[in-house]
């Protein structure tokens, strides 16, 4: 099979199987799709109404860095779809730019582990199709959408072990997840790659793929310098520690795997949390075909076996005879993850190699069976290609129906102008307000933000410290004035990384602004101090403009960190494309 087919027929399979969350363009999601679309819609604004960077976000529980936040994810290319097109639509085509990527790169890796013809199909339709994927989508998990790039960055490991200039192609793939907000994905992949470096050096008997993986490692934070600064810095203030006691039973496993309802609105025991951090369904097509893959071509697939052996026990967490969860989880960054069943993606990863290893395996017995009985080499090649087309179009069809449901149930909500109550505000202020959606609990950080004003009471868990107050609080006093209460103090210019005050102080006094205080914040008097843990400067009589702006060193040094680097990679790639091959 041509790859230009095969590509063409991957994306005309992605758009099928998507077709669900485009029934109604003007509608948005339910559940998380409210934080992570108000994660899109401030850098937006950010960009296209203040011409500003995005590096503090003040709508975001009482003020939150912005860049820093490891969710963040305007940094990515695939930005460029909410960008231009708004958070609603550009998001959906968001996941249909993700979802492609991932099919087309975990196709050309199936081809470069040896699976060749129409069975290199299945490896992309497994990882992809799978609930896995489709439940993040619904869930509006927008934050595991990086896990797609996974795929290039095996790939370009693979091909980094033969050809150098691929140190770079995988650092850049590993960067880029992380600028996608792919807090669990990029451990997930320098995991994934140091497990298999390790077992391929030990088959090798050379430690040059390790090597060669810490390079990339290395690599990776100098073009990534410019989010990795600010988001350790952040990290460094706010720790998140927790618990290694969350596991996956082997009920529960068989139902993600295996069970067509991947709905479960019904919690099974021993479940901890929404189904979506459970479900991967493939059916048992793939698994047998996993199996034969496992067991008849051991030694081609064996280190993707034990990897898959590894992530599986990683998976059970505290509910595995061999904790192995409890051992990664006293690792850094490994310390602040939770839930252990999310290991099902790079389970899935190896899984699907495997049964597309398995596929071609069937297919070559059958070639084999077919010039053994001396069938004619056109019906044979028929025949040959009906059965493994069969498996593949059963396996589609099956994953599809599977996940179309879902998909289905994810952008839900109308427009927010049929909202009755909804109305912007003029100027902005912090509150606690909600809005009803459907009868749907609903955080509404995307309808406070569209309304111009700040939620105190956020869905967070790593932030600074909450000072700053709501309007409907007893002690709230305006979003900038006096300590001591002796003048007054406005607001001329507000935008999320600037904001300018005119003060009238009848003495020496302290200027107040109602957000949180996080190191960084500066004024045209010097840095700005903290009081009360708010953002505050001393005033006298005569200061009567104050300007306060939002510029952490951090981001400073790591600007000039990725640009250098990268600059210098740019002209390394010139020079070593300009050269003459050796023949």
Known sequence: MKTLHALALLVLLSLIFLSPIFTDFSKWGRKDWDQHTFYNAVPIKTVREYGQFPLWNPYYCGGSPLLANIQSAFLTPFFVFPLLL?????????????????????????????????????????????????????????????????????????????????????????????????????????????????????EKRNLTPMLKLVFICALTLLLGAVKFLP???????????????????????????LDRNQEHTQWLEGQQYWWHEYGSYVGAVPLLLFILGAVFCFRKTWKLALMALLFFILYLGSKSPVNLWSVLHSFPVFSSMRIPSRFDILIMLCSALIAGIGLSYVARKLSEFFAKKRIAVTAAKTALYLIVFGILAFSFADLTIVSRQNLANTFTFEPLNAI?????????????????????????????????????????????????????DSGYRGEVYLLNGRGNATISYFSPNKIIVKIDAGENDTLILNQNYYKGWRTNYGEA???????????????????????????????????????????????????????
């Not at 459907?438 to 932030?463: A, I, W």
């Not at 009589?541 to 990679?569: A, C, Q």
């Open 86 to 202: 708004g958070e609603i639509d550009g998001m959906k085509l968001q996941v249909v730019a993700y979802f492609i990527a991932g099919l087309i790169g975990m196709y050309f890796l199936a081809k470069k582990t040896g699976i060749k013809g129409p069975a290199a199909i299945l490896p992309p339709m497994l990882f992809m199709m799978s609930s896995m994927f489709s439940l993040k989508v619904r869930e509006g998990t927008t934050t595991f959408f990086p896990v797609a790039l996974l795929p290039w960055a095996f790939l370009f490991f693979l091909k980094s072990l033969t050809d150098k200039k691929h140190i770079i192609s995988t650092a850049l793939v590993l960067a880029l997840i992380f600028f996608g907000g792919g807090h669990y994905a990029l451990p997930y992949a320098i995991l994934f790659l140091a497990i298999y470096a390790s077992l391929h050096s030990f």
């Open 231 to 257: 988001s350790l810095e952040f990290f460094d203030e706010q720790p998140r520690l927790t618990s290694a006691n969350e596991g996956t039973t082997l009920n529960i496993a068989a139902h993600a795997f």
């Open 420 to 472: 009755a109550n909804f109305k912007a505000s003029e100027h902005f202020y912090q509150t606690n307000a909600t809005y009803e959606l459907q009868g749907y609990e609903h955080s509404s950080l995307y309808p406070v933000f569209l309304s111009n004003r700040g939620k105190v009471d956020c869905y967070e868990e790593t932030h600074p410290p909450i000072s700053a107050l709501h309007i409907e």
């Open 529 to 583: 101090d903290a009081m009360d843990g708010l953002i505050s400067k001393r005033v006298t009589p005569e200061t009567k403009r104050m300007k306060f702006y939002y510029l952490p060193k951090s981001f400073i040094f790591g600007s000039l960190i990725t640009v250098l680097s990268t600059s210098i990679l740019f002209v390394y790639m010139a020079v070593i494309c300009r050269r003459p091959s050796l023949k």
